[in-house]
Structures are given as structure tokens and as C-alpha cells.
């Protein structure tokens, strides 16, 4: 696995390592989050020709408000073209999502869950919980029933979006 916190966040490094690791027979997959602006459809045939067969987007939310209010500097219409070439190109493609966002809502985040399901895709589901600058730490936001989530709106509705995403 390789284990990045952005593979592809130079694209010419990310093609370079896909054409060095080609011939060795390794099996390989991205896990931690490929950046939708940053792959194309040649990047992709190079991972699989390398023998990547199993890669992840970090889509956080489909709504392109909340996309530019996070910064993310990517916008659905890339996320979609980047899921619809790695759906053609790898065995296994997974999406991780973020509930809660500031600005977001329940039907927001009801539409992204939706829409890796439309597009079957495996989404990860995270809650988004501001960092304490006090503590100095971030809070893990992986387990919603083992903490109080944050007040984007209301927790219980957090929670049915997280578990309908795991059905």
C-alpha cells in the first residue's frame, strides 16, 4: 500500500514512481486519498499497468458551496470525471466523506452519501470536528456513537447518515 497523505499531489512524481514499480510484479493500492484535480486518465492506466488495482478519493463533500467554503480547490464536476475514470480503470474505488461540515446540512450531506451509492463506490464516512487550538490536538471523528459530535446540526441526524452509508 502506499501510504501518502496525497499520492497525486504532484502528478509527474505520482507517474514517475507508476512507471519505475511497472515490470515488478507488485500489487499495490492508494488508500489514503487520491486528489481529484490531480488524476487523469493516463495516470490511471500507468497505476493499474503497475499493478495498483485498488485506489481512494478524498471527495469530503458533492456540493461545489461547501467544496470552495473548505477550500478544497476541486470541483464536483472533477470529482465526478476522476470517479468515472477510476471506475474504468480499478478493481476497487472507495470515497471518503465528511459529515457536517460548517454550512452544511442534513440534505447536503444526505446528497454526497447518496451519490457514492448511485455511483458504487465504497464511502468511508468521517464526522468533521473542529480542531481544539486550546488542547493543541485534533479530535479522532471516526467512532459517532463514542463522543458528541459537533452542532452543524442535529447529532442524531449525523448518526442515521453515518449508518445508512455503512448498509
Not at 474505488?93 to 455511483?119: C, H, M, Y
Request: proline share 4%; with cysteine; aromatic share 10%.
Amino acid at each position: 500500500m502506499v501510504i501518502d497523505d496525497c499520492f497525486n499531489a504532484d502528478i509527474k512524481h505520482a507517474k514517475a514512481f507508476a512507471e519505475a514499480v511497472t515490470g515488478l510484479g507488485l500489487e499495490w493500492m492508494v488508500g489514503n486519498g487520491l486528489r481529484a484535480d490531480c488524476f487523469d486518465k493516463e495516470l490511471g492506466q500507468m497505476m493499474r499497468k503497475a499493478g495498483c488495482r485498488w485506489v481512494a478519493f478524498g471527495v469530503e463533500t458533492v456540493d461545489d458551496t461547501l467544496l470552495t467554503a473548505i477550500q478544497k480547490g476541486e470541483s464536483f464536476k472533477q470529482i465526478e470525471k476522476a470517479i468515472t475514470q477510476a471506475k474504468q480503470t480499478f478493481d476497487y474505488v472507495n470515497v471518503f466523506l465528511i459529515l457536517g461540515l460548517p454550512n452544511s446540512s442534513q440534505e447536503t450531506d444526505r446528497r454526497s452519501i447518496a451519490w457514492a451509492k448511485s455511483r458504487q463506490v465504497h464511502p468511508h464516512i468521517s464526522f468533521y470536528v473542529p480542531l481544539k487550538r486550546k488542547e493543541g490536538i485534533d479530535e479522532i471523528f471516526d467512532r459517532p456513537e463514542g463522543r458528541k459530535l459537533p452542532a452543524t446540526y442535529a447529532p442524531e441526524q449525523q448518526l442515521e447518515l453515518y449508518l445508512w452509508a455503512r448498509t
